[in-house]
């Protein structure tokens, strides 16, 4: 008699091979997810970063910006916000740019009121926004909060005159500040 035996693997061993894949696939993949959230959060804090830096430069280099920007954070609204610790302060918002994905926006520095003017025009010069070549898309959206981030403001705090970046929607005033120090 002749050995028949076929090469090849069992249905039970197959089927431990496919459950220890989906108990290793449903171990990763959350933690993947919360991967993929931190480096969109860290993606934005850097875009925050450069616009904060490119905002220094106006104000270092350009005198008619500087002007410009000094006088907006005078005469803005404030609008109350908390520092880390909890204490209050009050921000004025001097310009913001659109964050939003999508391809029919327009990305030049607006001004946040109707002194910003100049600044806004030397900001957008200095990060060449000319022709709308460049856009700074907010990655990160926060699980607990209700609408989607579409907005950059850059911020002067009333109180000492710092800038900030914060994030918001269209509609609304800064929501999440994101440089420095994120609250995001």
Same mark, same amino acid.
């Given at each position: ?34 991967? @993929?959230? $931190?480096?969109?959060?860290?993606? &934005?804090?850097? +875009?925050?970063?450069? !616009?904060?830096?490119?905002?220094? *430069? ?20 404030? @609008?109350? $916000?908390?520092?880390?610790?909890? &204490?209050?302060? +009050?921000?004025?918002? !001097?310009?913001?740019?659109?964050? *939003? ?8 520095w607006t ?54 970046v914060w994030?918001?929607?269209d509609l ?13």
């Amino acid at each position: 008699m002749k050995n028949t035996k076929t090469k090849g693997f069992t249905l039970i061993e197959l089927i431990v091979v496919i459950a220890i894949i989906g108990v290793l696939a449903a171990i990763l993949v959350p933690s993947m997810i919360g991967y @993929i959230r $931190k480096a969109k959060r860290t993606s &934005d804090i850097n +875009s925050g970063k450069n !616009i904060f830096n490119s905002a220094m *430069a106006v104000l270092t280099e350009d005198g008619d910006g500087q002007k410009s920007f000094f006088k907006a954070k005078e005469n803005g609204d404030p @609008i109350s $916000k908390n520092d880390s610790n909890g &204490d209050p302060y +009050s921000i004025i918002v !001097i310009a913001t740019l659109s964050g *939003a994905t999508s391809n029919n926006t327009q990305y030049n520095w607006t001004s946040g009121n109707m002194y910003a003017n100049d600044f806004c025009d030397c900001l957008n010069n200095e990060m060449d926004f000319s022709g709308n070549k460049i856009k700074i898309d907010i990655k990160y959206q926060p699980k607990d909060f209700n609408g989607e981030l579409t907005r950059w403001f850059l911020c002067a705090r009333q109180d000492t005159g710092e800038m900030e970046v914060w994030t918001g929607t269209d509609l609304s005033e800064p929501n999440f500040r994101v440089y420095p120090d994120s609250f995001y």
